[in-house]
C-alpha cells in the first residue's frame, strides 16, 4: 500500500511525528519535495532529533529511505546531518539512497536566495538554503542532477568553485544513487510512506503564491517527485493542527491579534513550542483556518486528516474555528487565489466551549472529552473529511488510531 502523508496548511502540522509514527509498519519512506528548508521535529523517549533532508522513517532501525527526484539537495547539509544522526547512534549505512533526478543545491545558492530576497519589495522569508534558486535553475533546465555527477558533459553550467566542492562529495553521493522508477516497481504491493514537506499552502501552484516555497508539496508531488505514477498512491493523509501555524511572510487570515489577543499568541507560541527547527524563527499563530483547510483537502484528494497539536488547546476556556472570510464586506467560503483578497481576508469566526482537560495521556477518541469531540466533529462536518488520527502530544506514543491505517 502506498500512503502519502502531507502538511495540509503551511507546513511543521507534524508531518515528521506522523511519519515516524507510521513507519514501523513501511518498508521503505519517500521524501519527495524539497530540501533543507524543512525542519521535522520527532520526539522518542523523550529523544529529540531533527531531521531536514533524511525521511523520518530513518529513526527505524532497518527501514530504508529514499530521497526522491523532486527533491533539491544540498550534499553539505546531507552529510552533516547524516554525521549528527551517527553520532546519536543512528546506523544509517547502506539504506539512504537518492534519485538520480534529485537536482543538488550548490553553496553560491544560498547566498543568491539570501540576496534575492532581500531586494524584493515585498520579502518571502525564505528559509535562505538557496532551495528557491535550485528549482529555478531546474525550471531554466541548467541544474546540476545526480544523475549527471559523473559526466561532464553534462555538466557544463558549472561556475569557478562548483567543481571543488562537488569533487569533495561526489563519490559518497554516487554510491547512494538509485533508479526510483525501478525501486517503487520493486516495493510493488509492500507498505510504501510517501513523506510530504512543506505544505499544501506552500505549494508552488497551489500554494499563497508568491508566498510559497518552490516544489511540488501537495499531494500530487509524490507521484512526480518520487517515480510512481498518480494511480499508484492509495491513500493520502493531511496533517494539520488544532490551530494555524506560518512561518516567514504572506497572508495569514486568522492569524491572532498582535495587540488584543497578545497573551493567546504568546500561550499557543510557547505552549506549542513554535519556533522554527531549521532557522530557529518564532511561528506565526492563529486559529484553525477551516477556509483553506477544506481547500486543501479538495486540491490533494485527502482521504483523511491527522489532527495534531490538540493538547496545546487543553487549558483554554474557548476555542475559535474560522468558516468564512469577509473580504471589502463580501463573505467568502472559498479560499481565493489572489493575494490582495487573502491579505485583506477578515476571518469570519465560530466559537466552541474548550475542554479545559489534559489530553495529553488519552488513547483512544472514546475517552477524549466531549468538547473536544464536538471541535474534531465539526471540522470532519465543514471539511467533508473524517478525522482519523488524532495527536496530543509530540511524543510518538501520544496518537490516537481511529481507523487503521494501513488498510
Ligand atoms: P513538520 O515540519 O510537519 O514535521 O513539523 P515540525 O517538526 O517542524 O513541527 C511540529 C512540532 O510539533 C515538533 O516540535 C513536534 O515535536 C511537535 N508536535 C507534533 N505533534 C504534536 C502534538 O500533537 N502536540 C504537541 N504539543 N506537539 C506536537
Ligand atoms: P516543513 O517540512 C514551514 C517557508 C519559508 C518561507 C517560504 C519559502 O518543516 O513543514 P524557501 O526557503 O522554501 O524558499 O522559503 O516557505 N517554508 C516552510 N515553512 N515549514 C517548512 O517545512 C518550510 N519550508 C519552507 O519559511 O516562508
Ligand atoms: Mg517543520
Not at 74 to 80: G, I, K, N, S
Not at 154 to 182: C, H, I, P, S, V
Not at 347 to 352: A, E, I
Amino acid at each position: 500500500m502506498n500512503i502519502v502523508i502531507i502538511g495540509a496548511q503551511w507546513g511543521d502540522e507534524g508531518k515528521g511525528k506522523i511519519v515516524d509514527f507510521l513507519a514501523g509498519d513501511a518498508e521503505a519512506i519517500v521524501r519527495y519535495a524539497g530540501g533543507a528548508n524543512a525542519g521535522h521535529t520527532i520526539v522518542i523517549d523523550r529523544r529529540e532529533y531533527a531531521l531536514h533532508l533524511i525521511p523520518s522513517g530513518i529513526l527505524y532501525p532497518g527501514k530504508q529511505v529514499f530521497l526522491g527526484g523532486g527533491m533539491v539537495i544540498d550534499p553539505q547539509a546531507l552529510f552533516e546531518e547524516l554525521r549528527l544522526l551517527e553520532e546519536r547512534g543512528i546506523d544509517w549505512q547502506g539504506r539512504v539512497f537518492i534519485s538520480d533526478r534529485a537536482h543538488l543545491v550548490l553553496p553560491r545558492y544560498r547566498k543568491i536566495d539570501v540576496d534575492r530576497d532581500a531586494v524584493r519589495k515585498k520579502p518571502i522569508g525564505t528559509t535562505g538554503r538557496g532551495i528557491g534558486v535550485a528549482y529555478a535553475l531546474k525550471s531554466e533546465r541548467v541544474g546540476v542532477r545526480l544523475a549527471d555527477l559523473d559526466n561532464g558533459e553534462a555538466l557544463g553550467n558549472l561556475e569557478t568553485g562548483d567543481t571543488a566542492f562537488l569533487d569533495q562529495y561526489r563519490d559518497r553521493l554516487l554510491a547512494m544513487k538509485t533508479d526510483m522508477a525501478a525501486e517503487l516497481y520493486r516495493l510493488r504491493g509492500k507498505n510504501v510512506l510517501f513523506e510530504g514537506a512543506q505544505g499544501s499552502l506552500l505549494d508552488i501552484d497551489s500554494g499563497t503564491y508568491p508566498y510559497v516555497s518552490s516544489g511540488l508539496s501537495s499531494a500530487a508531488g509524490a507521484a512526480s517527485g518520487s517515480g510512481v505514477g498518480p494511480r499508484a498512491l492509495d491513500k493520502v493523509l493531511g496533517v494539520c493542527k488544532a490551530y494555524t501555524t506560518r512561518v516567514g511572510n504572506g497572508p495569514l487570515p486568522t492569524e491572532f491579534d498582535q495587540k488584543s489577543q497578545s497573551a493567546l499568541y504568546q500561550f499557543v507560541r510557547d505552549t506549542g513550542r513554535e519556533y522554527g527547527v531549521t532557522t530557529g524563527r518564532a511561528r506565526r499563530c492563529g486559529s484553525l483556518d477551516l477556509v483553506a483547510l477544506r481547500y486543501a483537502c479538495r486540491v490533494n484528494s485527502l482521504d483523511a486528516l491527522v489532527l495534531t497539536h490538540l493538547d496545546v488547546y487543553d487549558t483554554l476556556d474557548e476555542v475559535e474555528v474560522c468558516v468564512a472570510y469577509d473580504i471589502a464586506g463580501k463573505r467568502v467560503t472559498d479560499f481565493p487565489g489572489s493575494i490582495a483578497d487573502l491579505t485583506a481576508a477578515k476571518p469570519v469566526l465560530r466559537k466552541f466551549p474548550g475542554w479545559k482537560t489534559p489530553v495529553t495521556g488519552t488513547h483512544t477518541f472514546k475517552e477524549l472529552p466531549q468538547a473536544a469531540k464536538n471541535y474534531i466533529e465539526f471540522i470532519e462536518e465543514f471539511t467533508e473529511t473524517p478525522v482519523d488520527t488524532v495527536s496530543v502530544g509530540y511524543e510518538r506514543t501520544q496518537t490516537i488510531v481511529r481507523n487503521q491505517i494501513w488498510s
